[in-house]
């Protein structure tokens, strides 16, 4: 005698594995929310005081891969110049409110978005959580972020 319930059963089973597991995984996009208040939904940010991500966030990347992480998880303080324009707002610490593979998310959403995409170095990688793990064992201040900030263009 068959079970059909069976196979039913194990059907509902796997398909609530996998959807747990895709659940699971950090989104980028959902993530950002807690960012377009200061760098806009179009990454454009707003002048004088929130610098833009695109275009810019790619150059970061190419200049030192590790300090968009840093600027995530500890936040940055003082005066910056992006595209020629001065910024001098304060990025809140974002490393007590996400976890390794939401930051690499939410690095990798920003790279995929507004022309950062086409900006990245050959053979760019996405963030992973490691790379976020071992930038999070430093323990800097937002004051040592801005200091580390790579001198560009």
């Not at 179009?42 to 030192?64: M, N, R, Y």
């Not at 001065?86 to 490393?95: D, E, L, Q, S």
Request: proline share 5%.
């Amino acid at each position: 005698m068959r079970k059909p319930w069976l196979l039913t059963a194990a059907v509902i089973g796997l398909t609530c594995v996998l959807a747990g597991t895709a659940l699971a995984q950090a989104d980028g996009a959902a993530l950002y929310l807690r960012c377009f208040g200061c760098h806009t939904s179009t990454g454009a940010g707003i002048p004088g005081t929130f610098p833009p991500l695109a275009g810019h966030a790619a150059e970061l990347v190419k200049a030192d891969r590790a300090y968009p992480v840093k600027v995530v998880l500890y936040g940055l303080a003082g005066e910056i110049e992006v595209g020629g324009k001065k910024y001098n707002g304060k990025m809140p610490a974002f490393g007590d409110q996400l976890k390794d593979d939401e930051v690499s998310a939410l690095l990798n959403h920003i790279l995929s978005k507004w022309g950062n995409e086409k900006m990245l170095p050959k053979g760019h990688k996405e963030f992973t959580a490691a790379e976020v793990k071992a930038q999070r064992a430093k323990k800097l201040t937002d004051k040592q972020v801005l200091g580390a900030r790579p001198k560009m263009k």
